[in-house]
């Protein structure tokens, strides 16, 4: 957390690259600087959400629950 903290306030992230594209920088939030798509994470609880298509992960749970199988 120390890293992304120190790249958030440089405006650079070194390791998945946010923010270094004209797309990803319109996405982001244009009140956060010097990167709108970085902000340091400050105070717990930190979280994350993940959003998916119901029908695959639908899939992809009946495939873990035939132990790896493609089950009907």
Do not use: K, W, Y
Request: aromatic fraction near 6%; hydrophobic fraction near 40%; glycine fraction near 10%.
């Amino acid at each position: 957390m120390a890293r992304f903290n120190s790249d958030a306030a440089l405006g650079v992230d070194t390791e998945f690259g946010r923010g270094s594209t004209p797309q990803d920088r319109f996405l982001g939030d244009a009140g956060n600087t010097p990167n709108p798509c970085l902000a340091p994470l400050l105070r717990a609880p930190f979280s994350a959400e993940v959003a998916a298509h119901r029908e695959t992960l639908n899939a992809r749970r009946r495939d873990v629950i035939a132990g790896g199988r493609s089950a009907p």
